[in-house]
Every structure is written in structure tokens, then in C-alpha cells.
């Protein structure tokens, strides 16, 4: 990834001077990042665990922990939070989603926090079909085609879905401090992908109200909301990068790739939700191929 | 407002048209709006900067529909636009 970090010593969060101009919050409202500017660049702060000063270009990271604050924690968070965000100051079009390679086929699943991105991703990877992204998925227009981009090789899971679908033997990176979420590492027991693929289907993940798994075509409209709702962005007043995100997104949206995935969530049912992404994905390829 | 008014779009607000729709950004809010094929088509029209009498009859010609209820519509539209901040009255 064309970003530069580097991890330096520990130092107290210094009081900040100013209002952030962006966070994020739980959904209980408990803080998890400030965006605040520092210069021409940027700071991001991660109450209580690590400091991150972006350059204004977004090639350049240094992280600072928080005081007893470990390594892996701060790598934890630069990987899955700040590379995707100095990778959209570079004009990288990020999205919050995770992807597997279908027949080498780019299939992507993006929803919200708690919709299942990367259980399911973890369950195609478990079972033989390699991922490309947990989160932080990267596009890239590669001769008149959009890429898929593979991702550091990890997935990310709550201990339940660790349970349920991955054997005691997959290799677990070191426990970091703010989740109890694992970070699994790529290997025999979680099959990766790491050439691009190009990006043939996108499903958007529901609330799981479906009884079945139920997948369903979207507008190019709807689809273009829901590719803002989901983007990484590090600057959201940035009206220049703003406008040449808005217009990536949509000239994605001229893909017919673009549906609606509900299913029940019981871990004992993904393998036909697998079977059903499968049979479409396929269906969908053969179709453009003939 | 009547249909002498004229609408400008707040430099906060940008829109592209996706297929036969039209989603609008509003930047100032980070919210979100999509506009139905008609809608899209009056937005369309309305950000040329004509007044929203010249709007009606433009889509007089291209709708079956009467001018009573055509312009009742155009004003509907205009003033939930302008309400949510998404176009300014001139």
C-alpha cells in the first residue's frame, strides 16, 4: 500500500487545541475517533490508546500509543482504521466491506458495523474460497476494469463467530486492548487471496429478517447511496475530494453488480447462504460471458 | 414562493444523475436524497436557473398531465427542496 508508517514511542494524548471537525461514536455515544486538523495534515485520536498524525496528502503515518498501550494494539488499529482513511487522502476509493474470490471473481459484502462482513467472509475463507478484505475494501480502476485489491491477510472476529467457524489451529494474532474481537491471520486454515480480482458482484448485507436468504437487484440510485453510506473518508470537508469520490461512485453504479443479501443469522445456515451467493455470482457470470 | 421564483443550488449540494434518478448530496448535513425519474427531470430543469413557470412548461410538453396539478407538484418539490437546504430561492 502506497502509505508510509511508522510506529514511534509512547507519549501521553497532549490536549488537542481546537474542535474536531469529524468523529466517529459508538452507538451507545462512546467516543472511538476524533478527526482534528494539525497543520495541513491531520491527527486522529483514539481515546485511552494511540495518537495517528496523518501527513495532508495521506502518504505519511506516524502512530504514537497511549502510555502501556501495546504494539499490536496500534497496529490493530493503523490497519483497519487509518490506513483505509490516509489511502481516501490519497483519492483511493475505500469502502467498508469485506470480499472473497468467487471463481476468480470479485465478490464483495458491505453493510454496517455488526451485519456479519467479515462471518461471512471468514466463512467462504474456512472452507477453501480465498478473501481479499475483511474491511477496508480497496477498488482500483485497472484497464477499463474495477479491482478488487487484497488487504492485509487477517480477518477479524467476535469470539462466537471464531467458535462456530474456525478450527483451534488457525494462527491468532497477539490480543490487543480495546475489542475482544480476534484478529485471525491468513494461512492453511483461512485461505487468502492475494492477487487482485475484478469486482463482479456487490451485496449489500440486511438486518437478517429474511427466513431464507433472499437476494434482490437495486437501483443504480439506491446503490449509490448506499456506496456513500459505506466509504472511508478522511476529510469530509474536502469539497475537491469529496466530488471526485461522489463521481467514482458513480460511475461504479454503471456496473450492473448491485444487490440486497438478507438471510437469517445462525451460523448452522451459512453454508446455504454460500451455495445461494455462489449459484448467483456464477449465474450472473456466465450470463455476461455468453 | 410562486412560479415566478428561480432556484439555485448551494455550493454545499452536489448531484448526479444515475441512470433515470438523481441522488443529491448534501455536504453541509452528509445527507443524502434520491430523486424518482420525474423528480430528476424537475431538478434537472430547475438548476438550469429557469424560473420554475418556464420548468412547467417545459414538462407540459413531455408529461400528460394538467398544468394545475404540474405546477402544484413543482412547487411541492421546490419547497421540500428548499426546506432541507438543498436549493436556495433567487
Redesign the interface.
Known amino acids: 500500500m502506497n502509505v508510509h508508517y511508522t510506529e514511534l514511542a509512547e507519549r501521553p494524548l497532549a490536549p488537542v487545541h481546537g474542535a474536531p471537525f469529524h468523529q466517529w461514536a459508538f452507538p451507545d455515544g462512546t467516543l472511538w475517533t476524533q478527526f482534528l486538523r494539525q497543520g495541513a495534515g491531520y491527527l486522529l485520536r483514539f481515546p485511552d490508546l494511540a495518537d495517528f498524525e496523518v501527513s495532508a496528502d495521506g502518504r505519511t503515518v506516524q502512530g504514537f500509543p497511549a502510555p502501556g498501550v501495546t504494539s499490536p494494539t496500534v497496529e490493530h488499529l493503523y490497519l483497519n482504521q487509518v490506513l483505509p482513511l490516509a489511502l481516501s487522502r490519497q483519492g483511493k476509493l475505500v469502502l467498508h466491506g469485506s470480499a472473497v474470490d468467487i471463481g476468480g471473481q470479485g465478490v464483495a459484502f458491505l453493510g454496517e458495523s455488526g451485519r456479519g462482513k467479515s462471518t461471512l467472509a471468514a466463512s467462504f475463507a474456512t472452507e477453501g474460497t480465498r478473501f481479499l478484505t475483511d474491511d477496508g475494501l480497496l477498488l482500483e480502476w485497472v484497464d477499463g476494469h474495477c479491482m478488487i485489491v487484497p488487504s492485509h491477510p487477517s480477518i477479524r472476529l467476535w469470539e462466537d463467530s471464531q467458535e462456530a467457524l474456525v478450527s483451534d489451529s488457525a494462527t491468532v494474532a497477539p490480543a490487543v486492548s480495546f475489542t475482544t474481537k480476534s484478529r485471525l491471520l491468513a494461512g492453511p486454515e483461512i485461505a487468502f487471496c492475494q492477487e487482485a480480482r475484478p469486482l463482479q458482484c456487490v451485496f449489500f448485507l440486511g438486518e437478517g429478517e429474511s427466513e431464507a436468504p433472499t437476494i434482490e437487484a437495486l437501483?443504480?440510485?439506491?446503490?449509490?447511496?448506499e456506496l456513500?453510506?459505506h466509504s472511508f473518508l478522511l476529510d469530509?470537508?474536502a469539497?475537491d475530494i469529496?466530488?471526485r469520490h461522489?463521481?467514482d461512485l458513480?460511475r461504479l453504479?454503471?456496473l450492473p453488480i448491485y444487490f440486497s443479501l438478507d438471510y437469517p443469522r445462525d451460523y448452522r445456515g451459512l453454508p446455504t447462504v454460500r451455495k445461494a451467493i455462489v449459484e448467483h455470482v456464477m449465474k450472473k457470470y456466465v450470463n455476461i460471458a455468453t | 414562493m410562486n412560479l415566478s421564483a428561480k432556484v439555485s443550488i448551494p455550493?454545499?449540494v452536489?448531484a448526479?444523475t444515475?441512470?433515470d434518478?438523481?441522488?443529491i448530496?448534501d455536504?453541509a448535513s452528509?445527507t443524502?436524497y434520491?430523486l424518482d425519474p420525474v423528480g430528476a427531470r424537475m431538478w434537472q430543469l430547475m438548476s438550469e436557473g429557469q424560473p420554475l413557470t418556464a420548468v412547467c412548461d417545459t414538462l407540459l410538453d413531455e408529461y400528460e398531465v394538467t398544468r394545475e396539478a404540474l405546477e402544484g407538484d413543482i412547487l411541492r418539490l421546490t419547497e421540500e427542496l428548499r426546506a432541507k437546504g438543498l436549493v436556495s430561492l433567487a
Open positions: 437501483r443504480p440510485a439506491q446503490a449509490l447511496i456513500v453510506k469530509i470537508e469539497r469529496l466530488m461522489f463521481d458513480t453504479t454503471e | 455550493t454545499q452536489m448526479r444515475v441512470g434518478e438523481t441522488v448530496l455536504l452528509g443524502y434520491g
